[in-house]
C-alpha cells in the first residue's frame, strides 16, 4: 500500500475526535462521562500517531519523496489571466510526503499525544473538560494540515486553523478576563503576521503561477536567475508570517501573554508544535530563501536578537510559566538564526530537540503549579525537590538538555547551529556583511550563557532550598498570585486545590510518566545529530543526510554542509559548552550557595533602572499599547467621530471663514433680495413634523454635501494621476 | 475646425440668455421660502428649458415639456400646497454655512471639471441633430427563394420622419420594455405613498385632518394666508 | 419584437405580474399577514423557474428587444443569486410582519419590484435599461427602509436615503448623458466600440467620472458611503439585511457589467478614481467598524469595507478579477445574511440583537448558532476554509496580477484589522458570562441561519462548482472585452 492511500487518516482522526467530543461538549445532557471523552480523544491521538510512524518507516524505506492530491480544491484552468500570469491559479488538496513533513508529523503526533495524556491528569477537576480535549483534537488536525500540506495555500489554512484554535484554548478559562484578552492577543498579533504571509502567497501566484512546493521550488532551483530579483520581496512576506506564527521580534508580544491558558496548552501549542510553523515553512522554503542572501542576512539577524532579547528578558521573570515562554521565543530565535546562516536542518533539528525538552519543561512546570495549588511565582516555592522527586528528576533533566551539556539533546543541535553561524559567510553581500556571522555567533554565545543562567535559576530557585510557600499555606491558594496584580495572573487551577493544604505533593502517573518519556526524549534525541567530525568523519550527520532531499540543489549546485576539521569543531564545542557551564556556575553561585540570594538582590538595587527594564519586558507592551493600539483606536474615533458629526463639525470650523468672506454680502442678500421677493410673507409655521426638523438640521445637507466633495475628491484625483502620467512620459 | 454643432450668432444669444434665466430662476425655486413664490419659478425653469428644447430642433419633447411639466405637474404642486396649508417655510437664512459649503463646493467643481475639458479634445458629438428626426424603420417582405419556400428578409432603413414620429419611436418601439418598466416605477410610488401615508387609526387621526379643516377656515383668508395678499 | 423576444424576459414579467396581483390579493382573501409570506415563496419559485428556463432554453447569449437586455449567463447567475436572496429575505422578514402591525402584502409586494428591477440591471447591457431598472430598485427600498413608519428612526433613514439617493441618481444620470453625448449611443456594446476611437476626449471622462460615483452610491464606498450607517441601523433588520446584500450585489453587477462592457478601453482614464475609492473604502470602512458598539453599526461600517474589496475585481480588468467579483458576491451574500438573522434572532425589543452585549455568552445557550456566527464572521474576515477565503483569495490575487500590489498591501491589512472588531463579537460570544439575549422561536429565522451556515462552509471546502460557474458565466463579457 502506498503511503498516500493511508496518511489523510493522520489529519483526519484527530479532526473526527474533535467533532465527536465538540457535539458531546455542546448537546449531551448532564455530566459527561470522563472515559468516553478520553476514549475518543486519545483514542483519535494514539491511532493517527501509530499510523505517522507506520508512514515514516514505510517512507524510510524507500526514501521517494512524493506528493498525493486528494482533491483539486480550488480547480484548474478556470482562471487563466490574458497575461497568463497568474499561470493555473489552481490550488489541490493533497499532502506532501517527503523527510521534512515527515519529520513534523511524527513531532506533532506523538508530542501531541503524550501532552493528551498529560491532560487527563491535568485537567481533571476542570469544567468544560470535554470541551477542552475537542479544541485540542482539532489543534491537532489543523496543526498535521500545516505541516503535510503539499502547497502554501493548504499550509495557510492549517495556519489560521491553529491560531483558531490557540485562541480557543488560551481563552479556555473564559471567566478570566485575562485570558480572554490574552487569546485575543494572540490572534490579531497572528493576523498581522497572516498579512505578510497571504501577500507572499499572492506573489509565488504571480511569478510562479503555482503555490504547489514542488512546482515552484523546481522552478527557482531551475531556473534561480530569474528569480533572483523576486525573492527578497517574497521571502520577506513569508518571513513576516513566520514571526508572527513563531513569536519573533517585533511580533512575539502575544506568546508570554498566551500561557494565561492551561499549562498542557502551553506546552503543546506554545512550545512543542504551533510556534514552531514558523521555522518549518522558513525551511520548506529554503530554496526559495537560498536564492536570496538578503533575506536570509534579516531572517538570522532578526533570529540572534530575538535570541538574546528573550534571554535577557527571562533573567528577571519570577512567574515560572513566564521564565519558559520567554525561553521559548529565545529558543526560536536560535532556530531562525540557524535558517538564516544556512542551517536548515540544524534549525529543524533544534526544532525537535527542543520539542522534547521543552514540552517536558512546561508539563513539569505544570506539575509544579498542580503541587503547589495554583502558585506560579517561584519566589514562593523552593525545595520541591523533597515533596515531588520524579517532577524534580525529570525537570532538572529538561535543564541540563536547554542549557547545552553534552551529551544531552539540546548541546547537540545548539552546538549545530553556533557551529554553522562561525563559518557562514554572506560573499554575495560584499566585505563586512559577509563576515557578520561573527557577529551572530557571538551574540548566539550570549544567549547561550543568559539560558544556561535563567534555566538553573529557576532550577533552584523551584527544587533546591527551603519550600518558602508554607508560610502562607494557611490563607489557602489564592493569597499568592492575587498579591500580584496583572502581570502574574495564575489559572484558575487553584480554584480545585483548596483541599490539599499548604504541603506541595507530587503529581499523578499520567502527568510524570510523561514526564519521563520526555526526559529520556530530551537525553536520546539529540543523538540524531552527532557531529560525525569527533570520530573522524568528513559527512553530515544521520540528520542532515536525512533531511538532505529537501535541499534542492539551486541552478545544478548542490548545497553544502559545513564539515568542519575535528580541531576546530573540539574548539567550538568546548567554547559552547563552556559558555553553558559558566552560566550554570552564576546560577549556583548566586541561588544555591546562598539561600539568601543576596548578590542578585545587591545587582537588582545597583542597577535598578536596567532591572526595572528587564523586569517589566523592556516595556514592549506598554511601547505598543501606546503607539500601534491607541494608534488604531484614535484613527478608528477619528473617523467614527468624522462620519457621525461629519461636515456638522468641517461647518462649524469653516463657518467664521464663510462669515468673514460672504457674512455682511449674505446678510445684505438676505435683507434685500430674499426678503424683498417674499415681502410681507407671514413667518414661523409651527409644528413642523419631527421629520423635517431633522432633515433641517443639516444632517442630510451635509451628507449630501459630502457626496458632492467626493465628486471633487474624484475629479482631483483623476486630475493629480493626469499630471503625474504626463510628467513620466 | 468648424464644429457642426457649434452655436452661433442668434441661437447663441438665445442660449445664454435662456439659459441663464432657467439657472437663475431654479436658483430661486430653492431660495424662495413661500412654497407658492417656489413653484412659480419652478414653472419659469420648466418654460425655460422647453424653449431650449425647440431651439435645439426638439419640438416635440419641448411642447410636451410645456404640456407636462408646466401644465400638469406645477398645477398639482399648487394644489398640493394650498391644500396641505403649508405657510411660508420657518425663517432661517438662506445663506448658512452649509449653502455656503455647497456653493463653495460647485465653483471648485466647476474650476476642476473646466480644467479637465481644457486639458483634453472636446471632441465634436457623433449624434447629429438630425438623429432627432429619423427613425430606424424594419420593412419585411416575404420572398420566395429557389426551393419555393417564403422565407422574411428584412430591410432596415433610416428615414427622416416627423418629430413627433421619431420620439413616440423610439419610446414605444425601441425603448418600449423600459417604458414599461417606468410604469412599474410609478407603480411602486404610489404603493409607496400609501403605505408611508396612511396611518392607523388612533389618537394621532385628527392631527392627520388639514387644518384649516379642522378650524373651518374660510376660503378667502385661506387664500389670503397662502399668497400672504 | 416578437412573442420569442419576451420570453427573455419571462422572469421580470412573472414577477412584475405577481408583485400586482400580491397588491391585489387581500381584496379578495383579506389581510391575513401569515399567508402573504407563503404566497410570496411560490412567487419567488415560479421566477426561478423561468430564470432557470430562460437560462437553459436561450441560445446564450442572446440578445433580446433590439439589444436592450440580454440574457447571457451573466445575467443568469446574477438574476438566481438575487431570487436566492430575496427568497431568504423573505422568510427573514415574515417574523417581523408577523405581529400585524404592519402591512406584509404591499412589503412583499415591493420585494417583488424591487427583484424586478434588480433582475432588469442584471441583464440591462444599455444605460437607459439599467438606469429603468435602478430605479426600480431604489424606490422600493427606500419604502422598505421606511416600513416601520411608527419608528422615527426607520422613517428618518427612509427619507435620508431617499434624498440622498435621489442626488445619486442625479449624478449618475448626468455622466450618463455626458457619456451619450460623447459616443451617441447608450449601448454598453456601441459605448465600447466608441470609446476605443476618442482617446482624449474629456468629456467622457467626466462622464464616466459622476456614472462612477453614482455606481460608487449604490455599493455604497467611500466617500459616498455616508447615507450607509444611518440607514442601515434605522432600517427594519430584515430590510438592511436586504439592502446590504440584494441591493448591494445588484449594484455590483450593473457596475462590472458597465465597466467591463462598455469602458475597458478607457482603463488608463478611470482606474486612479476607482483604485482611490476602493482604498479609502476599505480603510475608512474597516477603521471607522472597530469602535462601533451596535452590531447593526459595525456591519454597517463593515459592509462599506467589502464595497472596496469586491471593487478590486473592477479594477484588475481581467478574467479572473471579474471572476471575484461573482464570487465574493456569492459568498458574502450568504455570510451577510447569515449574520443579519443572528441579529435578528437575538431580538429582545424591536430592534435587537443590536448591541455586541446581546451576544454575551450566547455559546452556552445556543452552542449551534454562536458556532454558525463564527463561520459568518470568519467568512466575512477572509479566512479558511471558509467560502470568504475563496472570494478575498481571487480578489486580491487579481488585484496583484494587474499591478496594484499596494491595493493588495491596502486590503490585506485592512481585513487583519476586520478581525479585531469581528473577534469582539467571538470574544462575547464565547467568552464572556452574561446573559445573552434569548433567541427567538422563529423557526424561519433558525432555518436561514442553518442555510447560511451549510453555503458558507460548503463553498468554503467545496468551492468548485462554484468557481465553475462564474467562470462560465464572465465568459461573454471577457470574450467582448478581449474583442
Known amino acids: ?729 | 475646425m468648424t464644429d457642426p454643432l457649434m452655436l452661433t450668432g442668434v441661437s447663441l444669444a438665445l442660449f445664454v440668455i435662456v439659459g441663464a434665466i432657467a439657472v437663475a430662476s431654479s436658483i430661486l425655486v430653492v431660495s424662495m421660502r413661500n412654497p407658492v413664490h417656489s413653484a412659480l419659478f419652478l414653472l419659469l425653469t420648466f418654460l425655460c428649458v422647453a424653449i431650449l428644447f425647440v431651439s435645439m430642433g426638439a419640438e416635440f419633447v419641448g411642447a410636451v415639456q410645456v404640456l407636462v411639466y408646466a401644465g400638469g405637474i406645477m398645477v398639482l404642486f399648487l394644489f398640493v400646497v394650498m391644500l396641505i396649508n403649508v405657510k411660508a417655510l420657518p425663517k432661517e437664512k438662506v445663506f448658512t454655512a452649509t449653502s455656503m459649503m455647497g456653493v463653495l463646493m460647485g465653483v471648485l467643481l466647476f474650476i476642476i471639471l473646466a480644467i479637465i475639458l481644457a486639458s483634453g479634445t472636446w471632441a465634436p458629438a457623433v449624434n447629429a441633430p438630425e438623429n432627432l428626426r429619423t427613425a430606424v424603420v424594419v420593412k419585411t417582405t416575404p420572398v420566395v427563394d429557389a426551393g419555393g419556400a417564403t422565407i422574411q428578409t428584412e430591410t432596415v432603413t433610416r428615414d427622416v420622419v416627423g418629430n413627433a414620429e421619431a420620439v413616440g419611436m423610439a419610446l414605444y418601439r425601441d425603448y418600449l420594455v423600459p417604458f414599461e418598466v417606468a410604469s412599474l416605477f410609478l407603480l411602486v410610488a404610489m404603493v409607496g405613498a400609501i403605505v408611508i401615508g396612511k396611518r392607523e387609526l388612533d389618537a394621532s387621526e385628527e392631527e392627520a385632518i388639514p387644518e384649516f379643516i379642522a378650524k373651518k377656515v374660510s376660503d378667502e383668508d385661506r387664500l389670503k394666508e397662502v399668497t400672504g395678499a | 419584437m416578437t412573442w420569442a423576444d419576451l420570453l427573455f424576459l419571462l422572469p421580470e414579467i412573472v414577477l412584475s405580474i405577481g408583485g400586482c396581483l400580491l397588491l391585489l390579493a387581500p381584496v379578495i382573501g383579506g389581510r391575513n399577514n401569515g399567508v402573504a409570506a407563503k404566497w410570496s415563496m411560490l412567487l419567488l419559485l415560479v421566477a426561478t423557474a423561468a430564470a432557470i428556463y430562460v437560462a437553459a432554453g436561450a441560445g446564450i447569449p442572446s440578445l433580446a428587444l433590439g439589444t436592450l437586455f440580454v440574457a447571457d449567463p451573466f445575467a443568469v447567475f446574477f438574476k438566481l443569486l438575487f431570487v436566492v436572496v430575496i427568497a431568504m429575505i423573505t422568510l427573514l422578514s415574515a417574523e417581523f410582519l408577523e405581529d400585524g402591525r404592519y402591512s406584509a402584502w404591499e412589503y412583499y409586494s415591493l420585494m417583488a419590484f424591487a427583484l424586478c428591477g434588480m433582475m432588469f440591471m442584471a441583464s440591462g447591457t444599455h444605460l437607459i435599461s439599467i438606469y429603468v431598472g435602478l430605479e426600480l430598485l431604489s424606490l422600493a427600498s427606500y419604502i422598505l427602509a421606511g416600513y416601520y413608519k411608527n419608528e422615527t428612526r426607520s422613517t428618518e433613514a427612509a427619507m435620508k436615503y431617499f434624498v440622498l439617493g435621489a442626488t445619486s441618481s442625479g449624478i449618475l444620470l448626468y455622466g450618463m448623458s455626458l457619456i451619450y453625448g460623447a459616443c451617441g449611443s447608450l449601448h454598453l456594446e456601441a459605448i465600447s466600440q466608441a470609446v476605443a476611437t476618442m482617446a482624449g476626449n474629456q468629456a467622457l471622462i467626466i462622464g464616466v467620472m459622476l456614472l462612477g460615483a453614482g455606481l460608487c452610491f449604490k455599493v455604497a464606498a467611500v466617500p459616498f458611503h455616508v447615507w450607509t450607517p444611518d440607514v442601515y441601523t434605522g432600517a427594519p433588520t430584515p430590510v438592511t439585511a436586504f439592502l446590504s446584500t440584494a441591493s448591494k450585489v445588484a449594484a455590483f453587477a450593473i457596475f462590472a457589467r458597465i465597466f467591463y462592457m462598455g469602458l475597458h478601453s478607457l482603463e488608463p482614464d478611470w482606474n486612479s478614481i476607482i483604485a482611490t475609492v476602493a482604498a479609502l473604502s476599505m480603510i475608512v470602512g474597516n477603521l471607522a467598524a472597530v469602535t462601533q458598539t451596535n452590531v447593526k453599526r459595525m456591519l454597517a461600517y463593515s459592509s462599506i469595507a467589502h464595497a472596496g474589496y469586491a471593487l478590486l475585481g473592477v479594477l484588475a480588468m481581467s478574467e479572473i478579477g471579474l471572476q471575484g467579483v461573482l464570487i465574493y458576491m456569492l459568498v458574502y451574500a450568504f455570510a451577510n445574511i447569515g449574520t443579519w438573522a443572528m441579529v435578528m434572532l437575538l431580538r429582545r425589543r424591536e430592534y435587537a440583537g443590536e448591541n455586541v452585549d446581546d451576544f454575551d455568552g450566547l455559546h452556552k445557550s445556543a452552542p449551534l448558532y454562536a458556532f454558525a456566527m463564527v463561520v459568518f464572521l470568519l467568512s466575512l474576515g477572509g479566512i479558511p476554509p471558509t467560502a470568504g477565503f475563496i472570494g478575498k483569495y481571487y480578489l486580491f490575487a487579481a488585484a496583484i496580477s494587474a499591478g496594484y500590489a499596494w491595493l493588495a498591501v491596502i486590503a490585506v491589512l485592512m481585513s487583519a484589522v476586520s478581525m479585531f472588531y469581528y473577534f469582539r463579537l467571538v470574544v462575547a460570544m464565547y467568552l464572556k458570562d452574561g446573559a445573552a439575549a434569548d433567541v427567538i422561536p422563529s423557526r424561519q429565522v433558525r432555518f436561514i441561519v442553518i442555510v447560511c451556515l451549510i453555503a458558507t462552509l460548503t463553498l468554503g471546502i467545496l468551492p468548485e462548482r462554484m468557481i465553475r460557474g462564474a467562470a462560465r458565466s464572465i465568459a461573454p463579457i471577457v470574450n467582448l472585452a478581449s474583442r
Open chain 1, 1 to 729: 500500500m502506498a503511503i498516500g492511500e493511508y496518511l489523510w487518516l493522520v489529519p483526519l482522526l484527530p479532526l473526527v475526535g474533535a467533532a465527536i467530543n465538540g457535539f458531546r461538549a455542546a448537546y449531551a445532557k448532564g455530566e459527561k462521562s470522563k472515559t468516553l471523552t478520553n476514549g475518543v480523544a486519545l483514542g483519535s491521538t494514539l491511532l493517527s500517531a501509530i499510523i505517522a510512524s507506520f508512514a515514516a518507516w514505510r517512507y524510510g524505506l524507500a526514501k521517494v519523496p512524493y506528493e498525493v492530491v486528494y482533491w483539486d480544491w480550488i480547480p484548474a484552468g478556470l482562471g487563466n489571466v490574458a497575461g497568463g500570469l497568474l499561470g493555473n491559479f489552481n490550488v489541490e488538496l493533497g499532502l506532501q510526503i517527503d523527510s521534512l513533513s515527515i519529520t513534523m508529523m511524527m513531532v506533532v503526533t506523538w508530542i501531541g499525544f503524550l501532552i493528551h495524556v498529560y491532560a487527563t491528569g491535568y485537567m481533571g477537576h476542570e469544567k468544560g473538560y470535554t470541551r477542552f480535549f475537542a479544541y485540542l483534537n482539532l489543534f491537532m488536525f489543523m496543526m498535521l494540515l500545516l505541516v503535510l500540506g503539499n502547497n502554501y495555500v493548504v499550509m495557510f489554512v492549517g495556519w489560521e486553523g491553529v491560531g483558531l484554535c490557540s485562541y480557543l484554548l488560551i481563552g479556555f478559562y473564559y471567566d478570566k478576563t485575562f485570558a480572554a484578552d490574552a487569546g485575543k492577543k494572540a490572534f490579531i498579533t497572528n493576523r498581522i503576521g497572516d498579512f505578510g504571509f497571504l501577500l507572499g502567497i499572492f506573489l509565488l501566484f504571480n511569478w510562479f503561477g503555482t503555490a504547489d512546493y514542488t512546482k515552484v521550488f523546481a522552478l527557482a532551483a531551475h531556473d534561480p536567475l530569474r528569480f533572483e530579483g523576486v525573492a527578497t520581496l517574497l521571502c520577506l512576506c513569508l518571513f513576516v508570517g513566520a514571526c508572527g506564527k513563531s513569536a519573533q521580534f517585533p511580533l512575539y508580544v502575544w506568546l508570554p501573554d498566551a500561557m494565561a491558558g492551561p499549562t498542557p496548552v502551553s506546552a503543546l501549542i506554545h512550545a512543542a508544535t504551533m510556534v514552531t510553523a514558523g521555522v518549518y515553512m522558513v525551511v520548506r522554503s529554503n530554496v526559495l530563501f537560498r536564492l536570496s542572501p538578503e533575506a536570509m542576512l534579516v531572517v538570522a539577524c532578526v533570529g540572534a536578537f530575538t535570541a538574546i532579547f528573550a534571554a535577557t528578558i527571562g533573567l528577571a521573570q519570577n512567574d515560572i510559566k513566564k521564565v519558559l515562554a520567554y525561553s521559548t521565543v529565545s529558543q526560536l530565535g536560535y532556530m531562525f538564526l540557524a535558517a538564516g546562516v544556512g542551517a536548515y536542518t540544524a534549525a529543524i533539528f533544534h526544532l525537535m530537540t527542543h520539542a522534547f525538552f521543552k514540552a517536558c519543561l512546561f508539563l513539569g512546570a505544570g506539575s509544579v503549579i498542580h503541587g503547589c495549588s495554583g502558585e506560579q511565582d517561584m519566589r514562593k516555592m523552593g525545595g520541591l525537590g523533597k515533596y515531588m522527586p520524579r517532577t524534580h528528576v525529570t525537570m532538572g533533566i529538561a535543564t541540563v538538555a536547554i542549557a547545552g551539556i553534552p551529551p544531552l539533546a539540546g548541546f547537540f543541535s545548539k552546538d549545530e547551529i553556533l557551529a554553522s553561524a562561525f563559518f557562514k559567510r554572506f560573499e554575495t553581500l560584499g566585505e563586512p556583511w559577509s563576515w557578520f556571522p561573527l557577529v551572530l555567533f557571538g551574540v548566539g554565545m550570549l544567549a547561550a550563557m543568559c539560558t544556561a543562567f535563567y534555566m538553573f535559576r529557576l532550577y533552584f530557585m523551584t527544587f533546591v532550598g527551603e519550600y518558602r510557600g508554607a508560610a502562607e499555606a494557611g490563607h489557602g491558594a489564592h493569597a499568592g498570585h492575587d498579591a500580584h496584580g496583572h502581570d502574574d495572573h495564575s489559572q484558575g487551577h487553584a480554584d480545585d486545590h483548596g483541599h490539599y493544604g499548604g504541603a506541595p505533593h507530587e503529581s499523578p502517573w499520567s502527568m510524570t510518566g510523561v514526564l519521563w518519556i520526555l526526559a529520556v526524549g530530551s537525553i536520546l534525541a539529540g543523538l540524531v545529530g552527532f557531529p560525525l567530525a569527533l570520530i573522524g568523519k568528513h559527512q553530515p550527520t544521520y540528520f542532515q543526510s536525512w533531511l538532505e532531499p529537501i535541499l534542492l540543489p539551486i541552478g545544478g549546485h548542490a548545497f553544502h554542509f559545513h564539515e568542519a576539521e575535528l580541531t576546530m569543531e573540539v574548539i567550538l564545542i568546548a567554547a559552547s559548552v563552556a559558555v553553558a557551564v559558566i552560566g550554570i556556575v552564576i546560577a549556583y553561585f548566586f541561588y544555591k550557595a546562598d539561600p539568601s540570594w543576596s548578590k542578585p538582590k545587591q545587582l537588582a538595587a545597583g542597577a535598578p533602572k536596567l532591572y526595572d527594564v528587564l523586569l517589566n519586558k523592556y516595556y514592549v507592551d506598554e511601547i505598543y499599547g501606546a503607539t500601534v493600539i491607541r494608534g488604531t483606536i484614535v484613527l478608528s474615533l477619528i473617523l467614527k467621530w468624522i462620519d457621525t458629526n461629519i461636515v456638522d463639525g468641517a461647518v462649524n470650523g469653516v463657518r467664521h471663514v464663510t462669515v468673514l468672506i460672504f457674512g455682511h454680502g449674505s446678510n445684505l442678500v438676505d435683507k434685500y433680495v430674499v426678503d424683498g421677493a417674499v415681502n410681507g410673507v407671514a413667518s414661523g409655521a409651527k409644528g413642523s413634523s419631527t421629520l423635517l426638523r431633522r432633515m433641517q438640521t443639516g444632517v442630510v445637507q451635509n451628507y449630501a454635501l459630502v457626496m458632492g466633495a467626493g465628486v471633487v475628491l474624484l475629479a482631483v484625483v483623476y486630475l493629480a494621476f493626469e499630471v503625474l502620467g504626463k510628467m513620466q512620459g
